[in-house]
């Protein structure tokens, strides 16, 4: 019998010999590319390896086609469609090629996918990446651009066309990032929510996010106060932080217009010294990384300054009779307005009203506002 040698190793009879040419071609040496006349290159159609020899033939083709993908992305499958898709402007009967929709019956899946990739390829021909259509025969292989540049032209998803999708794909091109992953996150809520519960950075981006949006958008600024007002919660950390706020910006009023209020409410320019001890504390705050906590440094800069501010008031005396004047003269206002708000007009029977405790406290005022009164006539100036 005669043995037939085929390149690849594998023997048999003559009647044999198709087989082992099949054999032959599983693991083939790999062709390299050269240039094709339109200037594309073309891709070798062996799969095989010299060095890959002792490998299963079905792996090394999965080995080629996986490094094919990871090279080429989306671009691969793009051009399976491109070369076996019929163009609009090509007539059934005058190509091979198919419609997308039978295209998809045999693929198993949508129309509507096969024609995501084939608008895909048509944008990046346009722009000269990639040969036209029209050029293109089924199984012609090219060179395939990186997988990076498929990102630019693949819209993954239907909801991209619609207002709110391009709206959602322009603002995620402005942040620099690939408009399907916003597309995504905007997709599946419940996936964005259980991001931001379970990590803390997801949630602080969350944050910068929702306060940016908040300058523009009222709606969203009045739900959110209402669920800040409905959270006790929330509602505590909202004062603490408020009073860090006012004493952070005493202390930075102090710094940048050189003016500080006294307890009573006075304001005055602010002496060297209590300048300089601003200034540091605030160089302080402001050096804060995000997120580090501002209230013991707020706090001691407050009682630093507050502490010299009444040094410095205590130590001129025009200005501590000043202070003394206005804070007695504030006091009266408040006092003054109290009692204004007293009234009995709305009380019908002054019975139910009557208790002995309302009239001792009623006298002891008096008896406090008279004693005032004689202090100050005394101390009034002569009239003419």
Known sequence: MTVTIDPSGA???????????EASAVNAPVVRATPADDGFWVEPAATGDAEASDVDGTVARDAHDFGVYARTGGWAFALKVARSVRPGGQPAG???????KRFAE?????PERVMRYYKAWDKAADDGLVPHFEILVPGQEIALPDSDAWLAYYTARTSAASERGQAIAASAEAEGIRPTKALEVAENPTALRAAILADPATARAARAALLDRLREDPALQTELARDVART???????????RVADRIGYV???V???QVKTPAGQTIDAPAELRAQAERHLSLIDELDDGEEA???AAEAYDTVKELVARTVEADPDLRLRERRTKFYSSLQRATKVFEELTLDDVEDLDDLYEDDMLQRLEELQSAVGSCIAVLRGAAPPQA
């Not at 023997?11 to 040419?21: I, K, L, N, V």
């Not at 045999?106 to 949508?110: D, N, P, Q, R, T």
Request: with cysteine; hydrophobic share 25%; proline share 9%.
């Open 295 to 297: 209230g013991p440094w």
């Open 232 to 242: 006790d919660e929330l509602k505590k950390a909202v004062a603490t932080e408020s």
């Open 106 to 110: 045999l693929a198993g899946c949508s």
């Open 256 to 258: 940048e217009k050189g």
């Open 94 to 100: 005058e190509t091979p090629k198919i419609s997308a």
């Open 11 to 21: 023997t048999g009879s003559p009647g044999d010999e198709q087989p082992a040419r």
């Open 252 to 254: 930075r009023q102090i």
